[in-house]
């Protein structure tokens, strides 16, 4: 399958930068995934759960609290206020 570049970035820097196959969260207009090719949008983010499936097929699951979604040819970025991976959740 094809990979596209994925950041997600927080006020204390970025909490992932890499090649990924997959990203899925709930967006303004309900959930969403984005997968290689997806066609260029931006749209703002709700308090949800993200998975994420790398390039090496391994499933990354964090929150958010809200942010920002751009999807553009030469990447994704998902700007958070916060982000949390699922394992770091007390």
């Known amino acids: 399958m094809k990979t596209y570049l ?9 909490r ?3 090649q990924v196959l997959f990203l899925s969260l709930r967006g303004a ?3 969403l995934a984005v997968m290689a090719d997806h066609a260029p949008f931006i749209t ?10 790398t390039a090496e ?3 990354l699951y964090g929150h958010t609290q809200g942010g ?9 970025t998902l ?4 982000f949390v991976w699922q394992d770091e959740k007390s």
């Open 29 to 31: 207009e309900g959930e």
């Open 79 to 82: 700007l958070a206020g916060d």
């Open 57 to 59: 097929q391994t499933d």
């Open 44 to 53: 703002s983010v709700l308090d949800c759960d993200v998975h994420i499936e």
């Open 16 to 18: 992932f930068h890499g």
């Open 68 to 76: 920002l979604l751009t999807v553009a040819p030469e990447g994704v």
């Open 6 to 14: 994925l950041t997600v970035s927080t006020p204390d820097g970025n």
